[in-house]
């Protein structure tokens, strides 16, 4: 074999050899993907679209992305769960009179649906069966009222958390929002005046943050988080311990005597 020949047999090889690297480094970024996981929140929160990610995150950075606000990861409902909550009631009577009663509500999730963006409870027992407690009962004898709960559902749809009563027949209720995540103190939302307000009032408003004392998530005190919404006729206050649940609610009426306050004192998550 002559010089030339050999020269041009050298080259092809070496083409042949690059050629072949190049296709086996491409195969390899078109074929490999993370393990699949089993967290339902997380396959839940990989249905973004490309158009939802146009930094070009990896698959496992949006996966942290979305697990750290997706409502779930901050109130854990499942089938099974429960929360007890134990406090105080005064509601006006007739001629003025006005009833105290110490009362005891239990929420329970009964059942669960999973859609591609959202999750829906049904559950019995909200706050609102405090409010509407039958007449008799707060006339009653009885030194402590279990309050007879009503069937609702918690929607949780992306970051927020929706409160949805049950109607009766085809009527159609109207959700509201009563939580938006990440909670950050300052942070508003669900805004029902139309106009921003100095003073946050018609508004769902983060009003501060302190360690629980009581609730503990993860080994250490849970974060404490207090929620307002006031209107004229009203005022409402909310505290919530992501990874736990609402911990304390309170309500006044400015008018007729109507108020509520009452306190966790028992949960379970799921069945644990």
């Known amino acids: 074999m002559n010089r030339t020949a050999l020269s041009l047999l050298l080259a092809l090889i070496y083409a042949v050899t690059l050629a072949c690297s190049g296709k086996s480094e491409t195969a390899g970024k078109e074929t490999s993907s993370p393990a699949k996981s089993t967290d339902s929140t ?10 939802e990610n146009p930094a070009g995150d990896s698959e496992s950075d949006l996966e942290e ?8 990861t901050y109130f854990p409902i499942e089938y099974g769960s429960y929360w007890i909550y134990e406090g105080k009631v005064s509601c006006q009577l007739e001629k003025g009179k006005v009833a105290e009663k110490d009362v005891r509500l239990r929420t329970d999730v009964v059942d ?26 707060l006339e009653s004898k009885q030194s402590i009222i279990v309050v007879p709960t009503h069937p609702f559902k918690y929607h949780l749809k992306d970051k ?18 009563i939580l938006s995540f990440p909670l950050v103190v300052g942070k508003s939302f669900a ?82």
């Open 65 to 72: 992305i979305y697990n750290k606000d997706w409502a779930a």
């Open 160 to 177: 927020d958390i929706y409160y949805r009563p049950v109607a009766e027949g085809t009527k159609t209720v109207r959700e509201d929002l």
């Open 191 to 272: 805004n029902e005046s139309g106009t921003e307000r100095a003073d946050h009032w018609y508004e769902w408003y983060v009003k501060e943050m302190t360690p629980s004392a009581k609730w503990h998530v993860g080994g250490k005190p849970g974060e404490e988080y207090h929620l307002m919404f006031y209107t004229n006729p009203d005022r409402t206050d909310v505290w919530f311990v992501p990874g736990v649940g609402i911990t304390r609610y309170v309500y006044h009426h400015n008018g007729t005597v109507m108020d509520v306050d009452v306190t966790l004192k028992e949960y379970r998550l799921g069945g644990k």
């Open 42 to 51: 997380v396959s839940l929160a990989k249905t973004a679209s490309a158009e």
């Open 112 to 137: 669960e649906s999973t859609g591609s963006y959202d999750l829906l409870f049904s559950c019995n027992g909200y706050f609102a069966d405090i409010l509407n407690l039958p007449r008799d009962l």
